[in-house]
C-alpha cells in the first residue's frame, strides 16, 4: 500500500464549547439559588449543572492531554488519523462544516456522530487536502456531505 498524501491537520477547537457550558451552569446555579421555593426545579438545576460539570472536566481532559496537531494519511482503501485507521468499508459518512477552514468529520459505520478523534482541519495544504480527500471519497463511493454536523464529546 503506498501512501497517496500525509498532510498536517490540527484538531478543532473546544473552547467555545467549554465557555458556553461553564455560561450556561453558571447561569443555572444562580437560578436555582435565587428560587428554592420550587423543589423539581432544584432538583433539575442541580442534575443539570453536575452533567455541565462532567462536560466541562472532559473537555479541560482533552484541552490538556490531546496534541493539537497530528497527521492524516491517505491511503488507497483507508484513512489513517493520527493512529488510528479507518478502512474504506467501514466510514458511513464524511462531514465537511465551514468554508474558511473547514472541519472534517469521519463518521463510521457504527457510530451515530462523528467521533472527536475523526474530526480534524487541514492546516498547510488545505485546498490540496481537501481535493484529494474528495477524489478518495468518491473512488471509494463514501458519501461526503458539506453540511454542519454535531461530533461526541
Not at 435565587?34 to 438545576?45: H, S, T
Not at 449543572?49 to 491511503?75: D, G, N, P
Request: one cysteine or more.
Amino acid at each position: 500500500m503506498e501512501n497517496i498524501g500525509a498532510y498536517k491537520v490540527s484538531r478543532p477547537s473546544l473552547m467555545s464549547l467549554l465557555f458556553s457550558m461553564i455560561f450556561s451552569s453558571g447561569i443555572l446555579l444562580l437560578n436555582t439559588r435565587n428560587n428554592m421555593e420550587y423543589n423539581v426545579l432544584l432538583y433539575f438545576g442541580y442534575i443539570w449543572s453536575a452533567f455541565c460539570l462532567i462536560v466541562v472536566i472532559i473537555l479541560l481532559y482533552r484541552i490538556i492531554t490531546i496534541r493539537k496537531f497530528i497527521e492524516v494519511r491517505i491511503l488507497p482503501d483507508s484513512i489513517i488519523v493520527e493512529n488510528k485507521e479507518i478502512q474504506a468499508n467501514q466510514i458511513d459518512n464524511i462531514y465537511v462544516k465551514g468554508y474558511f477552514i473547514p472541519v472534517i468529520g469521519i463518521k463510521p459505520v457504527d457510530h451515530k456522530f462523528p467521533p472527536y478523534r475523526l474530526c480534524f482541519s487541514f492546516l498547510d495544504e488545505e485546498y490540496k487536502g481537501m481535493k484529494e480527500l474528495t477524489a478518495w471519497a468518491e473512488s471509494n463511493q463514501i458519501k461526503l456531505s458539506k453540511k454542519r454536523f454535531m461530533r461526541w464529546l
